[in-house]
């Protein structure tokens, strides 16, 4: 009858267990089919696809018949039942065809929809009996009992773990009660039945069984902990017998020994009770009969009881009352069974009971050794923590700091100036981490692990389950303990914060699965990975990925993402998958399915449900990462799929409370998200009911990854799922919410791509495929009624079912989705999580609307920065023209009141500074005041930009305090020059007036002639008596300089000192000598070579750039010198020295000897440089020469001076000329390198932030098409971006005449300060008094050269008023000369030289504001952006030292 049976179902061939979990998992036709089977062979896959998607109508399965519904007649009452199978024979033929495995799922299925489970398992062939002990084995369940209801703690185990009595309901004989129908009213609440047993008016229910007579069922009441709704206040279970008892007498034994009562149903008084009589049990037995039945007879009741001693208490009759008297009647008989300290026995000890005469599943060779290997491991496990870290030690905390320093070297957020030092010390950090990884022996627990997973295909699959179940089962007691701990330490001594923290870590940690164990695995292989291929210990890790492979085809979720470590282990992944694909021939084609979610929003158990797979849930344990999972298509749909597998993703939750603390929290989420949904062909975003603003945040930031990150090459479609969501109008009334939500989800994607200057992104759909009326599902919830004792809603599971039918069906239909094989899918990922660990910005912010309104606070900021630095450079230049001016037209000064002044500068600077930084950190007030709804959302940085602005504040002091006290020691060093000419000039002037007097004294006027040879006479005496200047020799000071400068470094210097002359220094190429590196560079050249020369060609980089800087330096200090007709001075030197200490200390592979060779050969091309330059000052400045060229004009003023000529005109155009003119040049020069870097910064062609600097920097190669600038830009971008910005500000000028607006604006500015002077300087006072006051009220702003002035001064005659109307003539006459100067002075050569000769260069002064410190970025190889010099960072907010706030 059971081969029969099993042949008519299309079972025979799988009898025996050759029914797998895999082949029923397998998407097929059937999957999709909500079609009613149409014979006998489909109906037990109609049945394994609805169950493994928890449906409570599972076991209602019948041939579809073509007459109609109730179309019943006479001729219907004799049909056969052919075509129907009771549901409990056909869950017995299945239980009879899977595999151990397989029937552990299906029993866990039956629990969730709280049907009873085998028990005994009869087989009608054999007379064979099984305890099926394996298949319940998984089952966990959660109950409050009464007692501790008040506590509202619970008790979860393993339901075959866990001391239950145990209550078993028979038949002997006939019996007009229908037990199944009334043990289903005994376990429900009034208001929730549930057809736990299947019974006669279920349907097909009342088909004649043919195999599952002697089948016992079990199932159990567990209560919730609230009076008003438990039935029974303590746990039951509940065992059936189906059949006869007295057929079955050995299912009849084992439940007399096993169970804490036994109910009999009969009506039956003459039935023989024989076997009670000899039973050894302990079993409290009742009798429950119908005294409606014809049979009853109340003497005959009163006589079976005595004869075999039930107790007449014991007996219950069904009277004339209704089914619900009697239910509550019964049901008071098992809670007095319960509540009387009945016989327990666990499950799995009945176990012992059943080898008498049943046979037990876990008696199987497979099973006892899977068993036998994984207590082997757990069984000397006590303190799991303290497990890890002895056993498991390679992906425990050194994993971590490996991920931590991976991540670190991607985004280099704790960098300081030196990138490349800083990177270095990471990968040696790194290598040094997986050094000690190495020198770890494994461990026993790892090798006995190894061994488990290498066995053959059952006995692993056995190991693996047992070391599931006994690692959940060690979890789950070490977490209730720690639990309880923690509780009473809260309520008891909260005070003791340590302990708390300590049982938190110990929470946090004390979960332990097979996960951790192929973390360990991966581990190894990493390790062994990075040692040489004929090593032997990497020869033993190379079957380890193909074991793990073996598991993704068993159907084991595999992890992908560490959650622990948020990391990918990649050349494991690579292995793993690449393995895979060699196990199938290659034939890999997957299409992935991801589901993404915020926590306990039933993520996993929308995939168990969806493809009946066995991501863990309930666990007690939080799971973090990203696990995949296979599932095999068959061979009728791999073409309509174009696929071989369906990958199933499944991620821990986001917005986890134990992660909100955290800051790094938004960077996990989004990290994550933008992973799974990048490598999805289909990502379901799961959502608690309609409410999708939890999920929005994080869709903006994937969205905006996207837009940033190039590698991300899809378009991956999106549906959300909404659960808990039970009204049928859902879908029709949250129309506008999700109609709003597209609103906002393009708002976010606009404000993205504006970020990214990437305008063809404009609406969300533009980046994901979603279409928000077809693509959005209303789920009810999953339970139906109040757990424990609720069943899986079939609201739920329909509704489940109908978005696994679109999913499917979109991927057949599609032509948007290609499946792509395992190796593309692998190569695909690296490129992802690549992409995913360089991304630096985005991830830290909450949405894009916070990423958005902190880059315009930025905006804002870097604003305010500018004009405080606008503001300070414009103070400096006064300064400095006040230094120069300082005591030209006194005589007899004090020089050292100099430094008084320039004490008080300072601290006027100081003042000025703190107004200025007040200002800032005021419009920073007023911006968070501002309404606005940006700015709520940049609330938490308003203090690092305070921090920031306090930064810029004291940098620009520095600066400005170095600058003041530069230029003081300058002009006390022109004073000695100065002090020479006065006298000469002085000795000169009274010689000549000595002449003058003279000649007037004569009698008669002396004509033209003759007053020239008096004049010649007197100049021939004068030149004799003149000394002439002596020259520096440049060398030696810097020689002394140098020699204290390195005085620290060493023996080596002395040596240089003595062995080479600084003369002979930098005349030929820098080279870098092999003894300049570090003894472990050198001690590693004969084994590593290739290392060896990298180093020092990356070290002959860096001096070359240290080189090329120091020249641009000493360059603006020349062009300076001949600019400003000033000599050499010392501090030149010492900011060249200054700059090489800056360099070395970013550089540590710089070492002593190296940094004094460089020195000496920047010093010796400097000393070189400035004697020449020197030189020629020396020569312009002579005093012989110089008077030989004054010669004529003081001869033309001793001519008129005796005549006794009015000068006012002719001395007016030269003061014009030569002193004026002059000033208000310089004056222009100077200032309008700021302002045309003030004009690019603030104008209408402009840039506002440097992330737009940067942008068009890029741009500019790509439309040059030129890969040499791109090559350029990555190696000495310093040079390229100065050079690429001058252009840029060239073409900027030239366009509309800018510059000639900017110096006729600079020129009309002073020649109005200057007219306006001479209008209010006094008329009265006589011509050297009123030149005097006039350089006095004007010393602030213009620099007038000192020679010129002591020519115009000598033998000087004019009226004061008169020479006041000529001078504003002249300088109105200059102005328009010189506004004609600039407009013929504007194409593009007369530009650039005006740029380049600028001494403020305004495309040096971008550099820094706008495009960083010039460091590369190791993210991807462009400089970094943040303005100035000294900075820090933090989560992608850099906070700049001298300048501005970046992002990063």
Not at 479 to 488: A, F, G, S, V
Not at 629 to 636: D, P, T
Not at 799 to 827: H, P, W, Y
Not at 1037 to 1051: E, F, I, P, Q, W
């Amino acid at each position: 009858m059971h081969s029969q049976l099993l042949s008519s179902l299309g079972l025979g061939d799988l009898h025996g267990g050759k029914l797998t979990l895999s082949s029923v998992l397998e998407i097929n036709s059937n999957t999709v089919s909500d079609k009613p089977a149409q014979s006998l062979e489909k109906i037990p896959w109609t049945f394994l696809r609805n169950l493994m998607m928890s449906n409570l109508n599972a076991r209602n399965i019948k041939c579809a018949q073509d007459q109609p519904m109730y179309d019943y007649s006479f001729t219907d009452a004799n049909d056969d039942d052919s075509d129907a199978i009771n549901p409990l024979d056909l869950i017995t033929a299945l239980f009879h065809c899977s595999d151990p495995f397989l029937q552990q799922e299906m029993v866990s299925k039956m629990s969730m929809c709280q049907f009873a489970v085998p028990l005994v398992l009869p087989n009608c062939d054999t007379q064979q009996n099984t305890l099926m002990l394996w298949a319940m084995r998984d089952l966990v369940r959660k109950f409050r009992p009464c007692s501790l209801a008040g506590d509202r703690t619970f008790v979860e185990g393993r339901i075959i773990e866990m001391d239950i009595p145990m209550v078993s309901f028979v038949r002997l004989g006939e019996s007009s009660l229908p037990k199944s129908q009334t043990l289903n009213k005994l376990l429900s609440n009034p208001h929730q039945h549930n057809n736990t047993f299947v019974h006669r008016d279920m349907k097909c229910g009342d088909v004649p069984r043919r195999i599952s007579d002697g089948l016992v069922e079990v199932s159990w009441y567990l209560p919730c902990g609230n009076t008003n709704i438990d039935m029974f206040t303590q746990p039951v279970a509940i065992a059936n017998l189906r059949g006869d008892g007295r057929v079955f007498k050995t299912q009849m034994s084992f439940l007399y020994e096993t169970s804490a009562a036994v109910f009999i149903f009969s009506d039956d008084l003459e039935v023989d009770l024989s076997t009670l009589s000899n039973r050894e049990s302990r079993a409290e037995l009742f009798l429950v009969t119908n005294s409606q039945s014809k049979t009853f007879n109340m003497e005959k009741l009163r006589d079976r009881c005595r004869k075999h001693k039930v107790n007449e208490t014991n007996v219950i009759i069904m009277k004339k009352q209704n089914d619900a008297e009697f239910v509550k009647a019964l049901r008071f008989h098992v809670s007095g069974v319960i509540r009387g300290n009945p016989h327990t026995m666990k499950v799995e000890d009945m176990a012992t009971v059943a080898r008498h005469g049943i046979v037990v599943d876990e008696d199987c060779t497979g099973c006892k050794i899977g068993r036998k290997n994984a207590e082997a491991i757990t069984g000397n496990i006590q303190d799991v923590v303290k497990f890890k870290k002895d056993q498991l030690p390679l992906h425990g905390e050194l994993w971590k700091e490996i991920s931590q320093l991976e991540k670190e070297r991607c985004r280099m957020h704790h960098a300081d100036k030196d990138i490349e030092g800083y990177r270095s010390s990471l990968k040696t950090k790194e290598t040094k981490l997986r050094e000690k990884q190495q020198q770890k022996a494994v461990s026993e627990a790892m090798r006995k692990f190894t061994a488990g997973i290498s066995g053959s295909g059952t006995q692993r699959l056995y190991f693996l389950k047992w070391l599931k179940i006994q690692l959940d089962t060690l979890s789950r007691q070490n977490l209730c303990t720690l639990r309880e701990h923690y509780k009473d330490c809260c309520r008891n001594t909260p005070q003791n914060k340590k302990l708390i923290a300590d049982l938190d870590y110990k929470i946090s940690n004390c979960s332990l699965g097979p996960e951790h164990f192929f973390r360990e695995l991966g581990q190894l292989y990493e390790c062994a990975c990075s040692l040489p291929e004929n090593n032997p210990a990497r020869q033993q890790v190379q079957k380890l990925p193909a074991l793990c492979a073996q598991m993704l085809l068993d159907g084991f979720p595999v992890e992908l993402v560490d959650g622990d470590a948020s990391n990918i282990p990649m050349k494991w992944i690579e292995e793993v998958l690449t393995q895979l694909h060699q196990m199938v021939d290659t034939k890999s084609k997957i299409l992935v399915l991801t589901v993404l979610g915020v926590q306990s929003t039933g993520k996993s158990t929308l995939l168990n449900t969806m493809f009946g797979v066995q991501f863990a849930v309930s666990s007690g344990r939080c799971t973090r990462g990203a696990f995949m999972l296979l599932i095999k298509v068959s061979e009728e749909l791999k073409y309509g799929l174009k696929g071989d597998f369906i990958m199933v993703i499944d991620t821990e939750g986001f917005k986890s409370p134990a992660l909100a603390a955290l800051d790094t929290s938004y960077e996990h989420d989004n990290e994550l998200a933008t992973l799974v949904i990048g490598l999805s062909d289909i990502t379901i975003i799961n959502i608690a009911m309609e409410n999708s603003t939890e999920m929005k945040d994080i869709l903006q930031i994937v969205v905006h990854a996207f837009i940033r990150m190039k590698e991300v090459g899809k378009k991956p479609r999106c549906l959300f799922v909404h659960q808990n969501v039970s009204d049928m109008s859902a879908h029709d009334s949250n129309m506008r919410d999700r109609k709003k939500l597209m609103e906002q989800l393009d708002d976010m994607t606009q404000a993205a791509a504006k970020m990214e200057k990437n305008q063809k992104y404009a609406k969300f759909t533009d980046v994901m495929d979603y279409d928000p009326d077809k693509d959005s599902y209303y789920i009810p919830g999953l339970w139906h009624g109040t757990p424990p004792m609720a069943p899986v809603n079939a609201g739920y599971t329909e509704a489940v079912f109908e978005l696994k039918k679109s999913l499917i069906g979109s991927l057949q239909t599609t032509d948007d989705i290609m499946a792509n094989d395992v190796t593309e899918f692998l190569r695909w990922t690296q490129s992802l999580w690549n992409a995913v660990k360089f991304e630096n910005f985005i991830f830290n912010f909450r949405n894009s609307l916070v990423a958005d309104a902190f880059s315009d606070l930025c905006t804002q900021y870097n604003t305010w920065g500018w004009s405080f630095q606008s503001e300070m450079n414009s103070w400096l230049i006064t300064k400095e023209t006040m230094i120069s001016n300082f005591g030209v037209t006194e005589k007899n000064f004090q020089m050292n009141l100099l430094r008084t002044r320039l004490n008080e500068w300072i601290h006027e600077a100081s003042e000025k500074l703190h107004e200025e930084e007040q200002t800032i950190l005021t419009n920073l007030d007023k911006y968070f005041q501002n309404k606005d709804g940006k700015v709520s959302l940049v609330e938490k940085y308003r203090q690092d930009f305070r921090t920031s602005a306090n930064s810029l504040r004291r940098h620009i002091e520095n600066s400005m305090k170095h600058s003041l006290e530069k230029a003081v020691e300058i002009r006390e060093g022109m004073e000695k020059v100065n002090k020479i000419k006065e006298k000469q000039m002085d000795t000169i002037e009274k010689k000549v007036c000595e002449l003058l007097k003279e000649c007037r004294e004569r009698e008669g006027d002396l004509s033209e002639g003759e007053l020239t040879r008096e004049f010649e006479k007197t100049w021939e005496g004068i030149i004799s008596e003149l000394s002439g200047a002596t020259m520096p020799q440049i060398d030696v000071y810097m020689h002394h300089l140098l020699r204290s400068n390195l005085d620290s470094k060493g023996g080596y210097v002395p040596e240089k000192f003595n062995a080479v002359g600084l003369r002979s220094n930098g005349q030929e190429k820098f080279i870098v000598k092999t003894k300049w590196l570090s003894n472990r560079t050198v001690s590693r050249r004969r084994l590593f070579s290739c290392l060896y020369s990298t180093d020092k060609r990356d070290l002959q980089e860096i001096c070359d750039d240290i080189i090329r800087n120091c020249d641009i330096l000493i360059s603006g200090h020349i062009s300076a010198m001949g600019r400003n007709n000033k000599g050499y001075h010392e501090t030149y030197i010492k900011d060249v020295l200054k700059a090489i200490d800056d360099q070395v200390k970013v550089h540590p592979q710089i070492k002593n000897k190296c940094e004094a060779s460089l020195k000496f050969y920047v010093c010796g091309r400097a000393a070189r440089l400035f004697q020449k330059t020197h030189k020629e000052f020396i020569v312009r400045n002579d005093q012989h020469n110089r008077l030989m060229e004054s010669k004529p004009i003081f001869l033309e003023k001793f001519i008129e001076s005796s005549c006794e000529k009015d000068q006012c005109q002719k001395r007016a155009k030269e003061f014009t000329e030569t002193c004026v003119k002059p000033a208000v040049e310089d004056y222009v020069t100077k200032r309008l390198g700021p302002d045309i870097a003030d004009e690019i910064m603030t104008g209408d062609g402009g840039v506002a932030h440097s992330t737009q600097s940067r942008f068009t920097l890029l741009k500019q190669p790509l439309d040059q098409n030129s890969f040499q600038n791109y090559s350029d830009f990555a190696g000495s971008h310093g040079t390229f971006v100065k050079n690429s910005i001058k252009e840029l500000i060239i073409e900027e000028m030239s366009s509309g005449e800018q510059m000639q607006q900017l110096e006729t604006k600079l020129l009309s500015k002073i020649v109005k300060k200057i007219t306006a002077t001479i209008t209010r300087i006094s008329k009265s006072m006589d011509i050297e008094e009123f030149i005097s006051q006039f350089y006095s009220d004007l010393g602030d702003q213009l620099v007038f050269p000192r020679s010129a002035l002591d020519d115009f001064l000598f033998l000087i005659n004019a009226k004061t008023d008169q020479f006041a109307i000529n001078l504003k003539e002249f300088i109105k006459e200059m102005e328009s000369h010189l506004v004609q100067e600039y407009a013929n002075k504007t194409g593009i050569s007369h530009i650039t030289e005006r740029i380049t000769h600028l001494p403020s260069k305004p495309h040096e002064l971008l550099f820094t504001r706008l495009c960083g410190c010039g460091e590369h970025c190791t993210l991807c190889g462009s400089p970094c952006e943040a303005g100035g010099q000294d900075y820090r960072s933090g989560g992608g907010l850099r906070i700049v030292e001298n300048s501005e706030v970046q992002l990063c």
